[in-house]
């Protein structure tokens, strides 16, 4: 497909002449009506060619002449780079179009700022994601664009999920809920699934699962059907039924989901339904089942760049499987390797779990002392989310587990 298509392959940008300009300008037109509607199937055929247009956008945002359709280039870009992975190569070419804007486009701004904080969010980077929501929320203020305000309003409710924030979530997401009266209902939908999540995570399981279905409702009334949308809302139900042990009913579930998703594009989902399987089958005591779908998850993880929050959880449960088999040494690199990667993502509760683990590696050696030290630290960390029903499980679960052994002492 590459020999039919314009081609940037120089290293130094050409002099800058009209001819020059016109042709950087009809590559930009022409890689927009490629990506103009992104699928698998356009993923798929477009992704070798990624370098190309990594390197157009860098050309395209040299010249003021060219910026307004770098911008859009970039704007319709999204899905292809995060169903693809390359967030990490994207994130800096949205930065550099926010930095070199030639004058003042406050709708264009806003949606690129939108399109950062989401970037941010997927690798982590959730406080910067919050400030760069906050930004972009000003805009829409002065757009007067209720639409738009939104939508920053569903941003936010996620991030603060993903921060475990969750009365400003809540917050955000009823107030994104007031303003879609008239919105497509994927919009909708997207705020539900995070209003389930948040029930969840506080062990509101009936409301959890309410959400989760009337978010799936809304999600098979969208004019285009989003296999993205639809599984990662199945992951959540599942993961609702599999915190209450319902373990049958959730493993249907994630064995559909596999299914769906196993002619897509979409790797990280992939990844993410390898390791909750893997996880409801450990929770079930099938451990030879669940080591399989760790390693699976950590295949698929070799061929990806960032994810670094799977790469934490797949090393955290992967250590989980060696501790039961009792080869220490493996078990605690792994377990080690995962405390490590949570430590640089800031994620305490995550961290706070894969530092009890590692404190029940050294109990089942009998090294009471060093068992004693991460157990301690480990407490701590979950006490930092009284708001959070697995956190306090894991906090009565590690004070337990503390006054054992200074009784045994």
Sequence with gaps: MTENRLLI????????SARFVRGLQANLRYWQGLTAVINDDIIRELDPDFPNVVRTVEMGLELAETWRETAVLILQCFFWVEGSGRVPQWRPLVEN?????????????????????QLQRIQWDLETAVNTFRQAATIAQTLQNNQAIAEIHMNLCQTFQHQRQYKEAEIAGAEALTRFTESPPRLKATTLQTLGLIAKDQGQYELAATHFQQALTLFHECETFSITDITRTMNALALTHQEQKQ?????QIYQKVAKLLDHTTKE????????NQGSLLYDWGKLVQAENAFRRAEQMLRQQKGLLSLKALTANNLGCILRNQEIWAAAEKQLQKSINFYRQLGDDLMLANAIGNLAKLYLRQGMLDKALCEFDEAS????????????????????????EIRTAD
Excluded: H
């Design 247 to 251: 373990f049958a009913a959730a493993l």
């Design 97 to 117: 179009c926010l930095a070199v804007m030639p004058a003042p486009d406050n709708w264009l701004q806003f949606r690129l700022l939108k399109q950062l904080g």
């Design 268 to 275: 990280e989902d992939k990844i993410r339904t390898a390791l």
């Design 380 to 403: 701590q960390l979950a006490a930092k989310f009284p708001q959070n029903a697995w956190a306090r499980s894991q906090q009565a679960d590690y004070e337990a587990k503390i006054a």
């Design 9 to 16: 392959t120089d290293n130094q940008l050409p002099l800058v």
